[in-house]
């Protein structure tokens, strides 16, 4: 049994209400278990594949889900970075390895089942991107049609490719993010469609499996859970799981929540900084890492409860920190990411750098979405291939051989 109840004021709400925001005080909505009546088998999980759908137990769907087979997605050591910051047990969840290339599709598969099991006929949401090739692609697999609203010139190339190819209605805006996703919750509220951003409580339980499958490959609690923050859905939503799992008795501690920003656009690190309870938002954010581009994230209130409980701390790094990451992580891991995902490890390497992490800490990063989501910003920041005629003696001499 679950229901919805207002992170604020603690309204409950029916698990089957289309609702959002609380009536009551307008916060938003989270899933609440009854953890007691949930008998989880640690080792009935384990045998289970990794995968967002091994928790069920702690989701909100009943049934058979619409899965393209979301999570199970690998943990890498990062060797090679972490020797070169002093932290032998750095590591990073690529969560580019999910079916559309980020971790929105785990927030998907459990938001377009519950639009489902709902009785929803439409889905919708606004995005910086990867939740609109995320959403565009569950829609098609649920049979449902969607609408994605995008802040015009500023989505990267492969995910307004995915948006379309799947089949989305794709509007973009002349104006930012945060006004798109104010219109499209005014536009499900007057119209019907079920709102698929990061304001749907549904969408953030299958988010939460991040924190599961990090904890269960490392086979303990990491000290440190690293995320890139644009939203702060994400960040919260890991948080929340991990509660749960202590609730569970399944694990005793909690990670120290820690959330990266980029400099153009940090109100959650301003507030942690500040010490602030309401966030000031920056109206014209702007970074290289468009993905987080964004203003007035909307789960700021439980990302900053998330990050001082566990005692975590927020930053901000620059475009050319971020772009240094995505490189140093390409070429010394081989691990391929878009700019915001390196954000995370790139706020690691200033916190490491600036003295206020423990070198022995073991620290998982998430990096939320693949190299090839923005082909545009690689090309622009590597050489273009050489080009030679075709003979053997032009090539030698490329390669000055
Ligand atoms: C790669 O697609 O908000 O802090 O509309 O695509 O949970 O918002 C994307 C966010 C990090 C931030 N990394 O997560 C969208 C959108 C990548 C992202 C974030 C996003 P939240």
């Not at 959002?20 to 953890?35: I, P, Q, S, W």
């Not at 749960?244 to 400099?263: K, N, S, Y």
């Not at 030679?388 to 001499?397: G, K, P, Q, R, V």
């Given at each position: ?187 499900c509220i007057s119209h019907g469609l079920y709102l698929l951003n990061s304001v749907n409580p549904y ?102 409860v998330a990050i001082r409980a566990t005692g975590g701390t927020a930053a901000a790094v620059t475009d ?82």
């Open positions: 049994m679950y229901r919805l109840v207002c992170v604020h004021c603690a309204a409950t709400y029916a698990p089957d209400q289309i609702i959002y925001t609380c009536n009551r005080c307008g916060h938003l909505l989270a899933v609440e278990y009854d953890l007691d009546d949930i008998e989880v088998f640690r080792g009935e999980w384990d045998r289970r594949p990794l995968s967002v759908w091994r928790y069920r137990e702690i989701l909100p769907v009943r049934g058979e889900p619409i899965s393209l087979q979301e999570g199970g997605t690998p943990l890498y050591h990062l060797k090679e970075i972490g020797r070169e910051l002093g932290l032998p047990e750095l590591y990073a969840k690529h969560e580019g390895m999910n079916p559309t290339g980020s971790f929105k599709d785990r927030g998907m598969t459990v938001g377009v089942s519950m639009a489902c099991q709902l009785g929803m006929t439409s889905v919708a949401c606004a995005s910086t991107g990867n939740t609109s090739a995320s959403l565009a692609a569950y829609a098609a697999r649920g049979g449902i049609p969607c609408v994605v609203l995008l802040p015009a010139g500023k989505v990267a190339l492969g995910k307004v490719a995915q948006a379309l190819m799947h089949g989305a209605r794709v509007i973009s805006i002349r104006g930012n993010f945060d006004r798109a996703l104010e219109m499209v919750h005014e536009l969408r953030l339980e299958g988010q939460k499996t991040i924190g599961f499958e990090a904890v269960d490959q490392l086979g303990d609690v990491p000290d440190r859970f690293v995320l890139p923050v644009g939203n702060a859905g994400n960040i919260s939503a890991v948080y929340k799981g991990l509660r749960e799992l202590e609730a569970l008795g399944l694990i005793d501690r909690l990670p120290m929540m820690t959330g990266i920003q980029a400099a153009g656009s940090q109100p959650v690190v301003k507030a942690i900084e500040e010490n602030l309870n309401v966030l000031i938002p920056e109206p014209e954010p702007e970074t290289v890492a468009t993905a987080i581009r964004i203003g007035a994230p909307v789960n700021a209130e439980k990302a900053l050319d920190e971020i772009l240094c990451m995505q490189r140093d992580l390409a070429r010394m891991e081989g691990i391929g990411v878009e700019p915001a995902s390196a954000a995370s490890v790139a706020g690691i390497r200033k916190l490491a750098e600036e003295g206020s992490i423990d070198r022995d800490e073991r620290i998982v990063c998430v990096v939320t979405g693949h190299l090839l989501k923005d082909p545009e910003t690689v090309v622009r920041q590597c050489e273009p291939p050489l080009e030679i005629d075709a003979d053997l003696h032009s090539l030698l001499s490329a390669l000055r051989l």
